[in-house]
């Protein structure tokens, strides 16, 4: 139990006098201050259940620390071979307009049956959409003709101006074609 103290400057002792005077003596608290109940105790942890617990959510983390990476592989993968395909287009293009049996032709012939068997190698098909409806998902259309003049019904592809390819039922580059309206 503690007692109040007054303090008192020092330096007028009249005034000490008086104050002690005027001023009662600090009564004693009558009852002390009821003590706090004490803390409830802790619950009972279940180790078992918490370790469980902890461990499914490592597994989850793992999971989905695979799939991340495992998409982040397709994805770099897609990359890679979209910027390959400019490649095979002017491999195309140098052959369009070599010579009949021109070195240099076969030489091209060759890199490019390479180029192009490696794609396959990596799952990429190229689209053949000639004679096909055209698919907005598939294709992208870059001019139109009239579909009396083939023969063919509206929507129709009728010529590709760059191939398309596709990945595993993706697409990867979508064919530039022109369509018969």
């Known amino acids: 139990m503690q007692i109040p103290?007054?303090?008192?400057?020092?330096?007028?002792?009249?005034?000490?006098?008086?104050?002690?005077?005027?001023?009662?003596?600090a009564e004693e608290p009558t009852s002390a201050p009821a003590p706090e109940p004490p803390a409830p105790a802790p619950e009972e942890v279940d180790w078992r259940d918490l370790a469980l617990r902890l461990q499914a959510e490592m597994e989850n983390f793992r999971k989905r620390q695979q799939r991340l990476a495992q998409e982040q592989i397709?994805?770099?993968?897609?990359?890679?071979?979209?910027?390959?395909?400019?490649?095979?287009?002017?491999?195309?293009?140098?052959?369009?307009h070599a010579g009949a049996q021109d070195g240099l032709r076969q030489g091209v012939e060759l890199t490019r049956n390479v180029l192009m068997q490696w794609l396959r190698q990596q799952g990429v098909e190229v689209l053949d959409p000639v004679g096909k409806p055209f698919d907005p998902a598939w294709h992208e259309a870059v001019g139109t003709v009239p579909s009396a003049h083939y023969g063919v019904e509206p929507q129709t592809v009728v010529a590709v101006s760059e191939a398309g390819y596709r990945l595993n039922d993706r697409v990867l580059r979508p064919a530039k074609v022109i369509v018969a309206v």
């Open 74 to 96: 397709a994805a770099d993968r897609e990359r890679l071979l979209r910027g390959v395909l400019p490649v095979a287009d002017n491999l195309e293009r140098a052959l369009a």
């Open 5 to 25: 103290v007054k303090v008192i400057p020092p330096e007028d002792d009249e005034n000490r006098a008086t104050q002690s005077q005027q001023t009662p003596p």
